[in-house]
């Protein structure tokens, strides 16, 4: 009987523990965060086509598109395990050499995509591209120091 008193605090331990942080090969990790970096840029993509008039811009679709990208922007950081690149990837070492930088980025751009999905619902285009923008400062800056060019 004894026994089973860890069992509850080991059940609530599992709860908290991200099942995105689980990563055992490099290879499961680089297709994980590449996943859900397509997936955001698609929806991020969406929002700039509408910011250009390239499709009508309906609030109701700006904003739910701003809002998957604020949950995407969640996601990444769990799947960047130490040393985690293969041949697919384009992630450089600096990620773990300047890990407070890499960080720093990671959080502003939280920040910002929630900030995006707030104006979003409003429907103001202005506003939305502001917010747009300081987004796609972001991924630009992080991209420039954090990931090697496409061929
Ligand atoms: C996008 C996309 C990115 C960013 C970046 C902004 O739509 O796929 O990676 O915007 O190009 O500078």
Same mark, same amino acid.
């Given at each position: 009987m004894k026994r089973l008193s860890y069992i509850a605090p080991l059940a609530c331990l599992m709860l908290v523990v991200p099942a995105y942080a689980q990563f055992t090969k490099s290879?499961d990790a680089?297709e994980y965060r590449?996943?859900v970096? %397509? ?12 910011? @250009? ?5 309906? =609030? ?9 990208? #604020?949950r995407?922007?969640k996601l990444p950081w769990g799947a960047f395990p130490v040393?985690s %690149? =293969?041949?697919?990837?384009?992630? @450089?070492? &600096? ?8 960080k &720093?980025? #990671?959080?502003? *751009?939280? %920040?910002? =995509?929630? @900030? *995006? ?20 400062? =972001?991924?630009? &800056?992080?991209?420039? #120091? ?6």
């Amino acid at each position: 009987m004894k026994r089973l008193s860890y069992i509850a605090p080991l059940a609530c331990l599992m709860l908290v523990v991200p099942a995105y942080a689980q990563f055992t090969k490099s290879g499961d990790a680089v297709e994980y965060r590449q996943g859900v970096f %397509t997936v955001m840029s698609h929806h991020f993509g969406l929002i700039s086509r509408a910011l @250009k008039g390239e499709i009508p811009f309906k =609030t109701e679709e700006v904003s739910a598109n701003a809002n998957l990208v #604020a949950r995407l922007a969640k996601l990444p950081w769990g799947a960047f395990p130490v040393g985690s %690149t =293969t041949s697919d990837s384009h992630a @450089k070492p &600096e990620i773990w050499k300047k890990a407070d930088a890499f960080k &720093e980025l #990671a959080e502003r *751009l939280q %920040t910002q =995509t929630d @900030k *995006l999905a707030a104006v979003a619902k409003d429907g103001d285009a202005s506003a939305v591209k502001a917010a747009f923008g300081d987004v796609a400062k =972001t991924c630009k &800056e992080c991209h420039d #120091a954090f990931r090697t060019k496409h061929e």
